[in-house]
């Protein structure tokens, strides 16, 4: 593993779960120009609500001593995290720090940005395949395949590391709809728009099938035509409907509308148009 240099101080990577630079306290406040190894630990002890887990954390590692070799818990730092120790260091170098840091993170940025990722790098999206594939009783082809299709690839080795992690974000969101991905999944809201149109469907239907026999006086032709595909209709809603729980119309519903008198006496528009003499 390369090291790195800054001002002629060797600084070495930490080998860390996330493929990331890491750089311990002690070598980093060598860096910065201070004489004491634990003057990092000390500004970190007094600004740690200033970081986070992805900036400063420990592990364990080999410490060599004049007694020998030690493993202990010792405290590293991400490039965000030198950065942010050296913004609150006050040496000479600190701020020639800061924009060795900067650059540095910038040329780590590009390193990622399109390159294929790593098996470790896929780990949180296979586990996201696997619980679709119990969640939604879904082949393993099947819930790759969702992958494929949304991403263009062909494996999703081909997925850069910031397609992974859209990737695994759009598993999970797939876990919290309530149909089984089909090729296009539906999510929570698009399903409520769904039984919206369809009760409003069902609505149509009533509307239609009370008034159907006073239209086709007019047009029996087009009554006739139309007739037939509010049927299909009126069997896709009522499936849907039980399908989701939607509580359908019937035509009882009609008397709850502005023409409820008509709905009463239908005899009175039947004589208009000429149905009853």
């Known amino acids: 593993m390369n090291a790195l240099s800054f001002n002629q101080v060797s600084l070495n990577r930490v080998s860390h779960t996330d493929n990331q630079i890491w750089i311990t306290s002690a070598e980093l406040a060598k860096a910065l120009g201070y004489k004491a190894v634990d003057s990092v630990t000390k500004i970190f002890n007094r600004n740690s609500d200033e970081f986070t887990e992805q900036m400063s954390t420990t592990v364990n590692l080999t410490v060599v001593r004049k007694t020998g070799s030690v493993v202990m818990p010792v405290r590293i730092f991400s490039l965000r995290g030198c950065y942010a120790i ?24 590009q390193k990622f940005t399109g390159r ?3 098996t470790d790098e896929r780990t949180g999206l296979r586990d996201a395949v696997n619980a679709i594939v119990s969640k939604k009783s879904m082949l393993y082809p099947d819930a790759y395949k969702l992958v494929h299709q949304r991403f263009n690839v062909q494996h999703i080795d081909e997925l850069t590391l910031e397609q992974v992690g859209e990737a695994t974000e759009y598993l999970h969101r797939l876990l919290l709809t309530t149909e089984k991905p089909s090729g296009y999944v539906l999510e929570e809201h698009q399903v409520k728009n769904l039984v919206n149109a369809a009760q409003s469907m069902d609505w149509i239907f ?12 007019i047009n029996p032709k087009m009554v006739s035509s ?32 502005p023409w409820d008198a008509d709905y009463e006496s239908q005899k009175d528009w039947r004589k208009v148009v000429g149905i009853y003499k």
């Not at 260091?89 to 940025?109: M, N, P």
Request: proline share 0%.
């Open 116 to 118: 294929s990722t790593t």
């Open 206 to 217: 009533c509307w239609f099938n009370h008034y159907k026999m006073a239209l086709s006086v």
């Open 86 to 109: 050296a913004f609150f260091a006050k040496t000479e170098v600190a701020k020639q720090f800061r924009k060795w840091v900067l650059d540095l993170i910038e040329t780590e940025a």
């Open 226 to 257: 139309v007739s037939e595909h509010f049927k299909v209709v009126w069997i896709h809603t009522q499936n849907f409907g039980r399908k989701h729980d939607m509580v359908a119309l019937n035509h009882m519903t009609m008397r709850d509308y």
